[in-house]
């Protein structure tokens, strides 16, 4: 069962989240992730609708099915490995990894169907030293692009991290924009409070000119919050951009 980024050593939190992933697909081929409590962010209680990514396999990969269910939506037909390469290479003692996967999905809610398409980037740099590769520095990239017939929707996340810099694998950019309009980003621990430092994290909220608009937490199996004041107009968008921060995360 995958639980909430920690801090990892010398890389950015998406890489650990990912290697969490593998593992927990490694140790159960099969069976459902079940589901856990966690508090709204502060702002959302009682007035928001949440659910819980439900059916959700604790299987991730090209092979899994990792279709699930947020409330009235339906997450499906994701496929992973989409412009997939991995380069490397070297100058003097130092060396340079570059890695570029994707995976797309479709998000169906009512009447509405919005094709998924995330593409993400890490790369790192190392010295070997005393035998060992030792990293210098780690970079993250996101992009997420939901495209439905009247709603659109963009997310961007990106960070770095290096031995010089403590705290570097919280992200350093965030941006959402549904149909046009910005969603300023902010990560929330598990007391539902927002935070600006190294703490651990447990999901991302989104808010807007009206204040609370979104929320997403990344806790096995993930969960979804709708704020009651984000117009019925940019709600399958913003499920849909939440469900590719899930999907990338893994279950």
């Keep these: ?20 992933a593998a593992a927990v697909f490694l140790l159960s081929a099969c069976g459902s992730v079940a589901p856990i409590a966690m508090t709204a ?5 009682g007035q928001s ?11 991730s990969g090209l092979f899994a099915d990792e279709s699930f269910g947020l ?9 992973r490995d989409v412009l997939s390469s991995d380069t490397s290479f070297s100058l003097g003692p130092l060396s340079w990894g570059k890695t570029s996967t994707g995976f797309s999905y479709v998000l169906q809610g009512g009447d509405e169907r ?23 520095q780690a970079s993250f990239g996101l992009k997420c692009d ?17 031995w010089q810099i403590e705290d570097a694998w919280l ?6 924009t ?21 703490r651990a994290f447990v999901g991302f909220r989104f808010d807007g000119s009206a204040g609370p608009a979104a929320a997403v937490g990344l806790f096995s199996p993930g969960q979804v919050w709708l704020h009651q004041t984000l117009p019925a107009s940019q709600r399958a968008a913003m499920n849909c951009a939440l469900a590719g921060l899930l999907l990338n995360t893994g279950p």
């Design 71 to 79: 409330g009235p939506y339906q997450v499906a037909e994701v496929r």
């Design 146 to 162: 939901c495209q439905g017939q009247e709603s659109h929707a963009e997310l961007e996340m990106a960070s770095a991290s290096s």
């Design 178 to 198: 549904i149909n046009g309009q910005s969603f300023k980003a902010s990560p929330f621990d598990h007391r539902g409070e927002t935070m600006s430092d190294g």
């Design 1 to 20: 069962m995958k639980t909430r980024p920690q801090r990892p050593t010398q890389m950015s939190w998406a890489s650990s989240a990912a290697a969490s």
């Design 49 to 59: 609708e949440s659910w819980a990514a439900g059916h959700r396999s604790a299987a």
């Design 114 to 136: 919005l094709l998924g398409r995330c593409e993400r980037k890490e790369g790192e740099t190392r010295l070997p030293l005393w035998g060992n590769q030792i990293p210098l």
């Design 41 to 45: 962010p502060q702002g959302f209680e």
């Design 171 to 176: 992200p350093e950019r965030i941006k959402l």
